[in-house]
C-alpha cells in the first residue's frame, strides 16, 4: 500500500517561511520523480516544484528563487522549503510521486495560509 503523508503546513505572515515535508511508503523512493502541487479555491491543481531521481529540478515561474525543492532518499523524504511567502501562496499543498508517467500517487494534501 503507498502512503504519501505531507506535514508542516499552517498558517504564517507575509514575508515568512515554512518548510514541508512529505514522507513516502510503499514505492521504491529513489526512482521516483518527487513532486509539490498546489491547489488555491476555485483554482485548478499546479504544479510548484519538481525533482527527478536524478535530482534536476524544476520550479513555477512565480516560486522561483524563493523556493527550494529537495530530497533524501535515505529518509523517503522529499522537501519543499518556501522563503519570502506571499499571500498568492495560499493554497493546499500535495505531495506527487510519480514513475515513467505510469505509476503516479498523491499525499493528502496539507494547508498552507499566508495571512497578516
Known amino acids: 500500500q503507498v502512503q504519501l503523508v505531507e506535514s508542516g503546513g499552517g498558517l504564517v505572515q507575509p514575508g515568512g517561511s515554512l518548510r514541508l515535508s512529505c514522507t513516502a511508503s510503499?514505492?521504491?523512493?529513489?526512482?521516483?520523480?518527487m513532486g509539490w502541487y498546489r491547489q488555491a479555491p476555485g483554482k485548478q491543481r499546479e504544479l510548484v516544484a519538481r525533482?527527478?531521481?536524478?535530482?534536476?529540478?524544476n520550479y513555477a515561474v512565480s516560486v522561483k528563487g524563493r523556493f527550494t525543492i529537495t530530497r533524501d532518499n535515505a529518509k523517503n523524504t522529499v522537501y519543499l522549503q518556501m522563503n519570502s511567502l506571499k499571500p498568492m501562496d495560499t493554497a493546499v499543498y500535495y505531495c506527487?510521486?510519480?514513475?515513467?508517467?505510469?505509476?503516479?500517487?498523491w499525499g493528502q494534501g496539507t494547508q498552507v495560509t499566508v495571512s497578516s
Open positions: 506527487n510521486a510519480d514513475h515513467i508517467m505510469k505509476y503516479t500517487y
Open positions: 510503499g514505492i521504491i523512493f529513489s526512482i521516483y520523480t
Open positions: 525533482i527527478t531521481s536524478g535530482g534536476s529540478t
